[in-house]
């Protein structure tokens, strides 16, 4: 306390001046228009600037709440779509039966991790065994797939990216309806190769390739990527073809993780081939 009160015993004549100069600016201001619409305009500015960045702030934090308003509304949108039901073959109904049921359901998680430049890529993701989120369940954004969900904790996944060496999808031509097999070769990030697809099988650049649904993880439909270029090798009997992918692997925010209400239930069927 005596080392302030010294301080302010020796700087007492620069304190008195500021203080007489601060009486002064005040009247001058006080009594003279064009001062004080100066001192008005001045501060009028800073405020401005202030607010501005304050404003830009709040818009931020504003729209990402937006934006995830409308993730839950889109997930909620994709499970009353027709691809998310399956027909229903009973013969006798009841009033509050319906010919559909559902069997597709969407999970909106954010993505808080992700790989797109290595020979195994993944995201995680934060929704996890709480959410109702399992291992082998399909991951996809409002563009196409995504990938598959490798394992899960109480609040976070990891997925397995389609940009990974050992995921494969069954992916349909949707114009011929033909199936292949989609892989990622590596090298970019915004191409895969569709394989297995026969010579005979006519191919256009800009076909789109969808799911197939012949998996228990996606639905069929689900978007894949468009033809880029395709070629036949002089003896081989299948195209190859090179896919550009539609998922934006670089800058994927938003996902959704479908889960197949069927799931146990097909689990359970014992097929011939595994007898």
Known sequence: MRN????????????????????????????????????????????????????????????RQANEALVRENALLRASLKESFVLSSKKVFYREDTVYRQRFEYVPARVIRSTFNRRSNYLVIDK??????HKDMGVITSQGVVGIVHSASKHYASVLSMLHKDVRLSGRIKRSGYVGTVRWEGGSAEEAALTEVPGHVVLRAGDTVITSGYSLIFPAGQPIGVVKRHFMREGDHFHTITLELLTPFRGVDHVYVIRDLAREELDQLKLPQDE
Request: hydrophobic residues 45%; aromatic residues 16%; negative net charge.
């Open 128 to 133: 996890g065994e709480d959410d109702g989120i």
């Open 4 to 63: 302030i009160l010294d301080l302010l015993w020796q700087i007492r004549f620069t304190l008195l001046f500021v203080t007489f100069e601060a009486i002064a600016l005040y009247f001058i201001i006080r009594h003279n228009g064009y001062q004080q619409s100066i001192i008005l305009s001045a501060s009028s500015s800073f405020t401005g600037r202030v607010q501005e960045r304050y404003d830009r702030v709040l818009d931020y934090f504003s729209l």
